[in-house]
């Protein structure tokens, strides 16, 4: 996997294109990355559950690999990608890389969609067959790595509806205080949506619009420490946002963002239209379907036979607010 092609559009195959994961190929083998009860009860009250391994080190390593050709790539390579930005911190001191859409450019970051454990834990956070909406890439380098300012992510997805997105942070680094870890406020899935403050300048910016419980609700934020390969799941109105790299260490992640099967688009009277001139075409009203948004967990047919019960949030009560 080590030759990258980067004229083809890897969003041509809706299937794993490698042996980076040994597919579940009965119901039965999909039993080990069941996520319990307790997870499923802890992302309905907090709003994220985090722990769960998604990738072998060998597999990080794989992934790291691509990452290093992918932030240097050419104007043409980089057509492929959503969004591309080297550095997208607004700070002069400090660097941020951030881009959408490499799964479309590389093997590994292509068939990480359908790593098992993600695609588990995902149907059962959002209690039904899902899609990938989009993925991200993260990166603060060591000693000047910029902020993610605290923020909701439907926030900035409301040209499409209705909300029911869920985010998957993975670590392709340790991950803790010292190098810029993300944070998460519990129970702030259940503050509704917010105005956008702002991704990545002031870190604070979003406490001018919060009230006082909001605000004490801060003072509890909660670090998300994982180990490289480990991964954290956030509703798309939890708030979360993680602090400058100050450390010897890089602080690399990538982001897998999916969605009910079932999502519309909502673009005629999006007020940031600019924003998607680079994503695929969003019809308003219409499935976003096709090879841009493959379905990557049909439950009914991956797991029937399962003798196990699988927990399962209500997707009506967690995600239909707004």
Sequence with gaps: MGNLNFSKDLAEYSHPISALFDQPKTAKEWEPYILSEEQIASFKKDGFVKGIQVLSEEQVDLLNMELVKLQSLSDEDKKLFYHYESNESEDPNKVLFHAIGAWRLTPGFHDLLWAPAF??????????????????????????????????????????????HLTCWIGLDDANKENGCLYFVPGSHKWGLLPITGLTGDMDAV????????????????????????????????????????????????????????????????????????????????????????????????????????????????????
């Design 119 to 164: 695609r588990m834990a995902a149907y059962q956070l959002l209690g039904q067959s899902f899609r990938i909406f989009h993925d991200q890439l993260f990166c603060k380098p060591a000693r000047h790595g910029g902020v993610v300012a605290w923020h909701q992510d439907f926030s900035y997805w409301t040209f499409t509806k209705p909300m029911h």
């Design 207 to 322: 406490r001018a619009i919060l009230n006082t419980e909001q605000l004490d609700a801060f003072e509890k934020r909660v670090p998300n420490e994982l180990p490289k390969g480990f991964a954290s799941f956030h509703h798309p109105l939890t708030m979360h946002g993680s602090y400058a790299n100050i450390s010897d260490r890089p602080r690399r992640a990538t982001v897998l963002n999916a969605m009910s099967y079932h999502t519309l688009g909502n673009t005629a009277e999006y007020h940031r239209l600019k924003a998607l001139e680079t994503f695929p075409e969003m019809p308003q009203d219409q499935v976003l379907g096709g090879n841009f948004f493959p379905l990557l967990f049909d439950g009914d047919k991956e797991l029937e036979g399962l003798e196990k019960a699988i927990p399962k949030v209500d997707y009506r009560e967690l995600y239909h607010q707004i």
